[in-house]
């Protein structure tokens, strides 16, 4: 769908403009059908991306300043987080044995297994969803990561 049907507007003061908004509402789009799909497993986006993150290092443990450094979206309550994936026995957090006070975090086993599962079903969707190929798709990343140049 083009973007001037999605957010039924053809007024832009520039293609530059246009390309922003274009962004923001691609990426409010997949996180709405990844919310979606993931909501069936009760998972939130913030609690899969963790998962995501923890079988990144396993079995390592990882403290969760390490955690958050990691999420895609920084701003997220990450122990808040934690402490749902530990009710639902799919993290497991404990002191660090180099620092007490240090808290650190692993995936469980029943992580590792719903991760698989969600991650197999978001890649299906994704590939029924996102009707580029591989070579459109390195051309988009190489241009998204050229807009975010002074990143910092």
């Not at 923890?54 to 390490?66: A, E, I, S, T, W």
């Not at 999420?71 to 180099?98: C, G, T, Y």
């Amino acid at each position: 769908m083009k973007l001037e049907q999605a957010i039924k507007s053809t007024k832009f003061k520039s293609e530059m403009q246009k390309a922003g908004l274009n962004i923001l509402y691609t990426a409010w789009w997949l996180k709405t059908i990844m919310s979606k799909e993931l909501k069936e497993y009760g998972l939130t986006h913030e609690q899969y991306n963790v998962l995501r993150i923890l079988k990144g290092k396993h079995p390592d443990q990882m403290c969760v300043r390490d955690i958050a450094s990691r999420m895609i979206e920084k701003n997220s309550n990450v122990p808040r987080i934690i402490d749902r994936l530990e009710l639902k026995k799919l993290a497991k957090r404990s002191s660090s044995a180099l620092d007490k006070r240090e808290t650190v975090v692993t995936i469980t086993p029943a992580g590792m297994n719903m991760l698989d599962i969600t991650t197999q079903k978001i890649d299906s969707l994704y590939g029924d969803m996102v009707t580029i190929n591989e070579d459109a798709a390195a051309a988009l990343n190489s241009l998204l990561e050229k807009v975010r140049e002074k990143e910092v």
